[in-house]
């Protein structure tokens, strides 16, 4: 091995390529969603499109809540995008 520095970084770059490609994969599914869910094709989710065929209507009236950001009754898609994060950082809230 002459450079392992270069092979070093060759691998970095490719490792960092793949969570790159990864993370848009993951942000076109998160888009796609959205769109299925925005029936009304006002780029904006209201809580009546959100529950559509979702069985616990319970469960997802508080998720939608908990990602309704600035509580205006619609999910943009940075709101719906966060949206498990933010599930995730209540359900931790009321474990406390």
Known sequence: ??????ILLLLVLSG?????????????SVEEAFKALDTTG???ISLEEFL??????????ADFQNADAD????LT????STTP???????KKKKE
């Open 77 to 80: 898609l940075e709101e719906f």
């Open 42 to 44: 006002d780029s904006l």
């Open 71 to 74: 509580k205006d009754g619609r």
């Open 1 to 6: 091995m002459k450079h392992p520095a270069l």
């Open 16 to 28: 960092s390529l793949g969570l790159a490609k990864e993370k848009k994969a993951r942000e076109q």
């Open 52 to 61: 559509v065929g979702k069985p616990d209507k319970e469960k997802a009236t």
């Open 85 to 91: 994060k933010r599930a995730k950082k209540e359900r």
